[in-house]
């Protein structure tokens, strides 16, 4: 069984989407979004992954369907 987000409940360690990254329970798209809101070093990865469509304009993630239904969504750097 796989763990769940303990923010958003979104499922962790998902292949093929790289916001469900296990940062210690939580995901990288809660944390990431966290850290840039704080004015950390993630700001620039928050920019990165708007610009490659893993997250809304706002900075909010993606749901785990747009990775779903677009498997080899990646950037193109």
């Not at 796989?2 to 798209?29: F, M, N, Q, T």
Request: with cysteine.
């Amino acid at each position: 069984m796989r763990g769940r987000c303990g923010l958003c409940k979104r499922i962790l360690s998902v292949e093929g989407d790289p916001l469900s990254a296990d940062c210690g329970g939580d995901c990288w798209g809660c944390i990431g979004q966290i850290e840039a809101d704080l004015g950390g070093d993630p700001q620039q990865n928050i920019s990165k992954e708007i610009e490659w469509g893993w997250r809304e304009r706002d900075g909010t993630p993606k749901p785990q369907s747009f990775f779903q239904k677009h498997p080899k969504y990646r950037p193109t750097e």
